[in-house]
């Protein structure tokens, strides 16, 4: 899980680093950062900890990755952010080059934090949220969200582009051949509550002792 959140994160800098329009999210984070006066990944924190408690209020199922994809990708982020060893280019075509890279990155990312079944990231569970509320599709839930936190976050001052459109079509398909690739079937994946977690090391910690 950890690997995956590390990678995760790595993704996410190189997306932004390439300098070309970030991708829907990170818009917002950016734009939020701006805002506050905060870093980037403390931004990444606080509205991970918003949706989380909206999530939770309406009875999605959360676990130990929830949280984890909140705070670690933050601090993360603000780690590489901090290092710098992530320069911007100067050519375009090398700031496509790297956003595409960056995709496949949070692709990969993205099957180790699921594969280690400890719950779902909070934007993850708030478009499953939203779908079965409004009975609408999880692709058009999906869409209308990043659409509006896009706006919001254009508005806040975050940097909107030709790397944003690339994000918004680009990450399904590097999933989609990262998954394939590596033969991952994600429904294959039985996640973890936090209840179920507590009671996996309860029984852990039981066995150790005797």
């Known amino acids: 899980m950890m690997f995956g959140l590390l990678l995760f994160a790595v993704g996410i800098i190189i997306t932004i680093k390439a300098n070309i329009g970030y991708a829907p999210w990170d818009v917002f984070h950016v734009g939020v950062a701006n805002t506050f006066g905060i870093s980037l990944g403390l931004a990444s924190i606080s509205v991970g900890m918003i949706i989380l408690a909206i999530v939770m209020f309406f009875g999605e199922k959360t676990g130990l990755g929830t949280i984890s994809n909140i705070v670690i990708i933050g601090i993360f982020i603000d780690i590489l952010l901090f290092i710098d060893i992530i320069k911007t280019p100067e050519n375009f075509i090398v700031g496509v080059l790297m956003l595409i890279a960056g995709l496949f990155i949070i692709s990969l990312g993205t099957l180790y934090y699921i ?19 409004t009975k609408i599709s999880v692709g058009i839930c999906r869409s209308l969200l990043e659409l509006l936190v896009t706006v919001i976050g254009w508005f806040l001052g975050g940097m909107v582009g030709i790397g944003t459109v690339i994000s918004v079509f680009g990450i399904g398909f590097c999933i ?3 998954f394939k690739l590596l033969r991952f079937d994600v429904t294959s994946v039985k996640h973890e509550s936090f209840y ?15």
Not at 126 to 131: G, N, Q
Not at 196 to 210: G, P
């Open 176 to 178: 989609q051949i990262t």
């Open 196 to 210: 179920d977690t507590f009671i996996a090391l309860k029984n852990i910690r039981k066995k150790t002792s005797d």
């Open 115 to 133: 594969k280690a079944g400890f719950g779902a990231g909070p934007r993850d569970s708030l478009m499953v949220l939203l779908t079965r509320k």
